[in-house]
Nanobody, 122 residues
């Protein structure tokens, strides 16, 4: 029943900005944790950022901290990833994910979107 759809990817130059969106549907998301993952060609999927749906508490990996900002609009059931100062190694397919509760934000996500491509040229 839960469906996640990413959008906002594209081709940009290093130093530019992009904002990704994740539209969530199927139910209310109180108590959920939603996050962003990315996977570059030939590499494993990695956790990027997460946010608690109800309180807005955020989490980031060190490589994006200070450059990326995760947020959500509860009224629109939409999560965002504002990406500033993009680098070539940010190039990847970015996936939206969600899960109910849990103490760990990096693992055990239940629902996944199909991904949106972000390409950063140096």
């Amino acid at each position: 029943q839960v469906q996640l759809v990413e959008s906002g990817g594209g081709l940009v130059q290093a130093g530019d900005s992009l904002r990704l969106s994740c539209a969530a549907s199927g139910r209310t998301f109180s108590g959920y944790v939603m996050g962003w993952f990315r996977q570059a060609p030939g590499k494993e999927r990695e956790f990027v950022a997460a946010i608690t749906w109800s309180t807005g508490r955020t989490y980031y990996i060190g490589s994006v901290k200070g450059r990326f900002t995760i947020s959500r609009d509860n009224a629109k059931n939409t999560m965002y990833l504002q990406m500033n100062s993009l680098k070539s190694d940010d190039t990847a397919v970015y996936y939206c994910a969600a899960k109910f509760g849990g103490a760990l934000v990096r693992t055990d996500y239940t629902y996944w979107g199909q991904g949106t491509q972000v390409t950063v040229s140096s």
